[in-house]
């Protein structure tokens, strides 16, 4: 079992920045893929981005945020980020961490979900 947390959410003005942290518990998280996924009013959840376990840790984004956003993982703390630069209106989501063991989000398997963190920015 693994339990998710995530912070770091808040309100902020466009052009500005964010880093949302998920923690997770549990001896095992280095085996975990790591997700961000958001969910907008009225929309439904999308995906944001992804980290692998694997050393190398390969990344994912998808278009919308690429260049604008940076997932990284801290194994040693059992921690996902989501560094958020340029943050746009559009980007107002309630946030969520998700969590994968071994290479089931190959096949869009996501085991473990947090609460979500809410991203609201201003125009």
């Known amino acids: 079992q693994v339990q998710l947390v995530e912070s770091g959410g808040g309100l902020v003005q466009a052009g500005g920045s964010l880093r949302l942290s998920c923690a997770a518990s549990g001896r095992t998280f280095s085996s975990y893929a790591m997700g961000w996924f958001r969910q907008a009013p009225g929309k439904e959840r999308e995906f944001v981005a992804r980290?692998?376990?694997?050393?190398?840790?390969?990344?994912y984004y998808t278009d919308s945020v690429k260049g604008r956003f940076t997932i990284s993982r801290d194994n040693a703390k059992n921690t996902v980020y989501l560094q958020m630069n340029s943050l746009k209106p559009e980007d107002t989501a309630v946030y969520y961490c998700?969590?994968?063991?071994?290479?089931?989000?190959?096949?869009?398997?996501?085991?473990?979900w947090g609460q979500g963190t809410q991203v609201t920015v201003s125009s």
């Open positions: 980290i692998t376990w694997s050393g190398g840790s390969s990344t």
């Open positions: 998700a969590a994968a063991m071994g290479s089931r989000w190959y096949q869009g398997i996501w085991d473990y």
